[in-house]
């Protein structure tokens, strides 16, 4: 079975799913998206799509349920000793989550990814049959009837919500208060406020839903509430609205700071000479080290006779930290622009902590973020001066740095190990 | 101190993580919140011992939150301990911290953190019992303060009412008095009956003012006083009293005054009563005075009369009586004797007229025999002329 939404909707094909209670998988594309649905005896089992597989571990991370290191351990696990096994299964298997809890994030994960897919209107569709014992097991299994009828409630909503919210990538900033605000006839469900409570005006709405822990209709549906009653606005001067013309005259600023007193001086590092030529760098902790590494990373190779400039490129790592950081959320300290991260703030602050179990997972946020922004940040290095080129900066500022690196907390950092554990460095 | 409830507010996440993995470890019961509008709109917000709020928030910042929240007379009471950014102390060191309860810069340690937390809940706690002993000391000041109005408001009421009866009760009493004996003495006047009217006069000014209005005046003090004073007094005490003052002292209220008032109406009355008893016996007396001196005056000469005449009709026949008896034995002695001594002298010188003398002593007492009950019958007539007869008689006795 195939053909086009634009003829036969998304409710109806689903619907007939439903009616034969087959086996197999739903592929639905349009431009270049693509999502599978996994259908087991009439009833939806799982989906894939390209962010998938991050987002469960994410999701758990951001509402508190997994450690960033245990995530980190767990998706390492997949990669090596069972890679044919889903985080879901291997969460459970390992009684990391009660199974309870998985499935309730997944199913709602999953009927949330469904009705997004109820908006489109064009697209191709189709069915494959597939053998049922080649589906594996499934930790949840969704009803169709119920969830048409639930999405074609929302898709009515969605309309109206689209009107106010058209993306999740705006950010959302609470407005200031009357003389005569009367807090009373607010009156919050404990839903509403949750959502209120996480807007600070520098997260996008996608970041909200991740960190409410609720599903994305109901917190686009609040959101647009707030913003059509205007106690919440949307910021004029989103990021990544503003791509092309990122370098405003404060991150100008913060540029003329760093360079003023050095990368060091933006990473909290000093240099120290010792017996032999070569220079010790040390840091405050593995934050410190990477951020250095990033840094220096952006100044050899926009320095190299390759570089070939694009568009943005002066606030390269401010585009893909408002990105990021909408992920690691509780790296927020970290400030990012004119292509230098400064992680003087949150080291300075998880040094008052003395970097104990209380920052642990905002601290792996962190290093989890900086390594995600090396490893975007060089790939697109990689296209403007060549994998080699780029590769060989990586190797040169590896060796500088290596064993020579001294932090004071959170010691010692396998820089060398992690670095090229995430980039595939060519030859 | 454990279960302490905390919303601590900062718009960075990893701040918000933080010092909740540090307060929750050491017992406290976190909630975080990223902006001032969600601080001062948690629906619960009422139940926080602590809100913890960065200065320099998204939209609404951390002093403006502080202000509302200190400014909310719902919610005032909780304190705020504001993080301000170390950079930015200098600049705010100028600057009113819109009412919060302390102050501490970030970043921090945990331990100072904790040290600070701990430090405000505990004076929140002090100021709560403080506070709470305060309100006792202003409950028994306001309820003395209204018993004392109270008091003062039915002492004078009750004062303005007992002079108010004693006015209108001695004006009705003179009034019906005057007008009583004024009509009595009209009325036995135009009748002519002089003695009836000082009679009557005497009577009305004795038993009608003395004793009548005196019993009048008792009996209406005790029933008209006491009622219309305690009926009276109860309403203004009602309607006089503010609500919430009467609210406010209501329970005491109930137990104390009802017995104070009583007592104190009695008092007064009592008081009042003698005083009008008083009064009223003045005026009888007055009244007495005016008219008893008068009534006597006229009254004495007449009694003396008839006194006279009472004496000699009952004491008069009995003293003449007796003494016509003595002035006819008298009489008798100084007449008759003499004359019957010289006839018996005569006789016995000239023994040869014994039988003249012998016939002739008969015929005498014969007289005197049927002249003796004559006398004695004709006393009150014959009294002035007494012994002549006595002779007459014996004369023609001789011939």
């Not at chain 1, 087959?22 to 799982?46: F, Q, W």
């Not at chain 2, 018993?147 to 009760?169: G, L, P």
Request: net charge negative; charged share 30%.
């Amino acid at each position: 079975m195939q053909g086009n939404l634009h003829e036969v909707p998304l409710p109806e094909v689903l619907q007939f799913i439903s009616m034969g209670k087959p086996s197999g998988m739903l592929h639905l594309r349009r431009d270049n998206n693509e999502i599978t649905l996994y259908v087991k005896g009439g009833r939806i089992i799982n989906s894939s799509s390209i962010e998938r597989k991050r987002r469960l571990g994410d999701l758990l991370v951001q509402r508190g349920l997994l450690k960033r290191s245990e995530l980190s351990q767990l998706l390492q696990l997949q990669k090596t000793v069972e890679s044919d096994k889903r985080l879901g299964h291997i969460l459970v298997e390992r009684d990391v989550i009660p199974e309870e809890t998985i499935r309730e994030v997944l199913r709602m994960q999953l009927e949330e990814e469904i009705w997004a897919l109820f908006a489109w209107k064009e697209g191709e569709f189709r069915f494959e049959t597939v053998d049922e014992a080649r589906l594996g097991d499934a930790i949840v299994h969704i009803d169709i009837e119920p969830l048409i009828l639930e999405g074609t409630r929302r898709n009515d909503e969605w309309e109206a919500i689209l009107d106010v919210i058209p993306n999740d990538s705006l950010v959302l900033t609470v407005a200031s208060l009357d003389e005569e605000f009367d807090r009373d006839s607010l009156n919050l469900k404990p839903q509403e406020w949750k959502v209120l409570s996480e807007i600070n005006g520098r997260f996008t709405i996608k970041a909200i839903v991740n960190r409410s822990g609720m599903g994305r209709f109901e917190v686009h549906r609040i959101l647009s509430q707030f913003i059509k009653s205007g106690l919440v606005v949307i910021r004029a001067d989103t990021p990544l609205q503003n791509k092309s013309s990122a370098t405003t005259a404060k991150s100008a600023d913060r540029a003329d700071a760093g360079k003023k007193g050095g990368i060091l001086s933006l990473i909290g590092g000093t240099k120290t000479k010792d017996k032999g030529a070569k220079e010790t760098l040390s840091f405050i902790s593995p934050i410190g080290v990477m951020g250095y590494f990033v840094n220096v990373l952006a100044q050899r190779v926009t320095a190299l006779k390759e570089y070939a400039p694009s568009e943005g490129d002066d606030s390269l790592y401010e585009a893909i930290w408002s990105d990021i950081g909408q992920t690691y959320t509780k790296a927020d300290l970290l400030s990012v622009s004119a292509n230098s991260v400064n992680t003087r703030d949150i080291e300075t602050f998880f040094s008052g902590f003395e970097f104990k179990e209380a920052v642990d997972d905002c601290y792996e946020d962190t290093i989890e973020a900086l390594t995600t922004l090396l490893q975007t940040a060089f790939r697109v290095f990689a296209t403007r001066v060549g994998e080699r080129p780029a590769s060989r900066i990586v190797r040169e500022l590896l060796d500088e740095l290596g064993d020579q690196t001294i932090v004071k907390y959170r010691g010692p950092f396998p820089l060398v190990e992690r670095v090229q554990n995430v980039l595939r460095l060519a030859a | 101190m454990p279960g302490e409830r905390v919303l601590v507010v900062d718009r960075s996440s990893t701040v918000q993580e933080a010092t909740k993995a540090i307060l929750e470890e050491h017992g406290y019961r976190v909630t975080i919140a990223s902006n001032g509008l969600a601080t001062v709109t948690h629906p619960e917000i009422e139940r926080f011992d602590l809100i913890m709020c960065d200065s320099t928030l998204d939209g609404i910042d951390g002093l403006e939150t502080t202000r509302q929240i200190k400014t909310d007379k719902e919610i005032y009471k909780i304190p705020v301990l504001l993080m301000i950014p170390e950079d930015s102390i200098d600049l705010l060191e100028s600057v009113p911290l819109k009412g919060a309860t302390g102050w501490m810069a970030k970043p921090f340690t945990p331990t100072r953190l904790l040290t600070k937390v701990e430090e405000i809940i505990d004076e929140q706690r002090l100021r709560v019992r403080s506070r709470k002993y305060l309100d006792d000391a202003a409950d028994r000041q306001m309820q003395q303060l209204a018993e004392t109005k109270i008091q003062a408001a039915v002492e004078k009421k009750i004062q303005i009412i007992v002079e108010r009866a004693i006015q209108s009760i001695v004006s009705i009493i003179d009034q019906k008095a005057r007008r009583e004996v004024d009509a009595r003495v009209t009325a036995l006047t135009a009748e002519k009956e002089q003695e009836l009217v000082r009679i009557t006069v005497q009577e009305v000014a004795k038993s009608m003012i003395e004793k009548q209005a005196e019993r009048k005046v008792t009996e209406a003090m005790q029933t008209i006083l006491v009622e219309q004073t305690e009926k009276t007094v109860r309403r203004a005490a009602d309607s006089m009293l503010p609500s919430m003052v009467k609210d406010r002292i209501k329970g005491s209220l109930e137990d104390i005054l009802p017995r104070e008032v009583e007592a104190r109406v009695d008092k007064a009355a009592q008081l009042k009563a003698e005083e009008i008893g008083e009064g009223i016996v003045q005026i009888v007396q007055q009244q007495a005075i005016k008219h008893v001196p008068l009534v006597a005056k006229e009254k004495l000469p007449e009694l003396a009369e008839r006194q006279l005449v009472t004496l000699t009709e009952t004491k008069m026949p009995r003293v003449i009586a007796e003494s016509a008896r003595a002035a006819v034995a008298k009489e008798m002695a100084q007449t008759v004797k003499p004359i019957i001594d010289e006839e018996i002298g005569r006789l016995k010188r000239a023994r040869r007229t014994n039988l003249i003398i012998v016939i002739l002593v008969l015929l005498v007492t014969l007289v005197v025999g049927i002249l003796a009950p004559i006398v004695v019958d004709q006393t009150g007539i014959l009294s002035s002329r007494s012994p002549a007869p006595v002779t007459q008689p014996t004369a023609p006795a001789a011939q």
